[in-house]
T-cell receptor, first 118, second 116 residues
Framework: GAVVSQHPSRVICKSGTSVKIECRSL??????MFWYRQFPKQSLMLMAT?????????EQGVEKDKFLINHASLTLSTLTVTSAHPEDSSFYIC??????????????FGAGTRLSVL | AQKVTQAQTEISVVEKEDVTLDCVYE???????LFWYKQPPSGELVFLIR??????QNEISGRYSWNFQKSTSSFNFTITASQVVDSAVYFC?????????????FGKGITLSVRP
């Protein structure tokens, strides 16, 4: 299979604190991972593309200093929401594509992280 | 620019009914890939199918079937004999030919409710 683990599943924090979310590909290597944000009853909005060993590519309108992405290994990408505020409360979900030929470039998704900033 | 339209927003059926979820896409790429994902209430997106633009053969997997019509730019998804466990939000998505790392364009999703 292709399992993507995302942790934590839920986090509640005070305004002004930073929150780190981890995304791991458990049984495959992933040079590329993606971070999405989803508001209630809405579609997924791509925030950034995370590339192992290089800087992430952010979508227009996403603050790179606010949402720090680190992809230090072929199986782990992290998203840090810095100085979180209530408007950052949302559902964050990551995905990973399996490296190698024949992988069919399918994005496999984690279970998501529900962030609530008080 | 790429676009995915899921015109239906919410569908409610009674168990055992068949239901079709529509997906229409726009792209200028000659090679592209279409996907369907299921998002149950728990939140994770479950991959259902990937279809490339050169393969118009319809596919059946158990109660699920997909109808790819390039002439109408549609990739519809039918659930036969629906079950309560099919209740979820279903997303259709499109990826162009820019490479494996190119992003997915998602539709807005269709909320399917299957009543006992």
């Amino acid at each position: 299979g292709a399992v993507v683990s995302q942790h934590p599943s839920r986090v509640i924090c005070k305004s002004g604190t930073s929150v780190k979310i981890e995304c791991r590909s458990l049984d495959f290597q992933a040079t590329t991972m993606f971070w999405y944000r989803q508001f209630p009853k809405q579609s997924l909005m791509l925030m950034a593309t995370s590339n192992e060993g290089s800087k992430a590519t952010y979508e227009q309108g996403v603050e790179k200093d606010k949402f720090l992405i680190n992809h230090a290994s072929l199986t782990l990408s992290t998203l840090t929401v810095t100085s979180a505020h209530p408007e950052d409360s949302s559902f964050y979900i990551c995905s990973a594509t399996r490296d190698g030929k024949g992988a069919k470039n399918i994005q496999y998704f984690g279970a998501g992280t529900r962030l609530s900033v008080l | 620019a790429q676009k995915v339209t899921q015109a239906q927003t919410e569908i409610s059926v009674v168990e055992k009914e068949d239901v079709t979820l529509d997906c229409v896409y726009e792209t200028r790429d000659t090679t592209y890939y279409l996907f369907w994902y299921k998002q149950p209430p728990s939140g994770e997106l479950v991959f259902l199918i990937r279809r490339n633009s050169f393969d118009e053969q319809n596919e059946i997997s158990g109660r699920y079937s997909w109808n790819f019509q390039k002439s109408t730019s549609s990739f519809n998804f039918t659930i036969t004999a629906s079950q309560v466990v099919d209740s979820a939000v279903y997303f259709c998505a499109l990826r162009g030919e820019a490479g494996a790392n190119s992003k997915l364009t998602f539709g807005k999703g269709i909320t399917l409710s299957v009543r006992p």
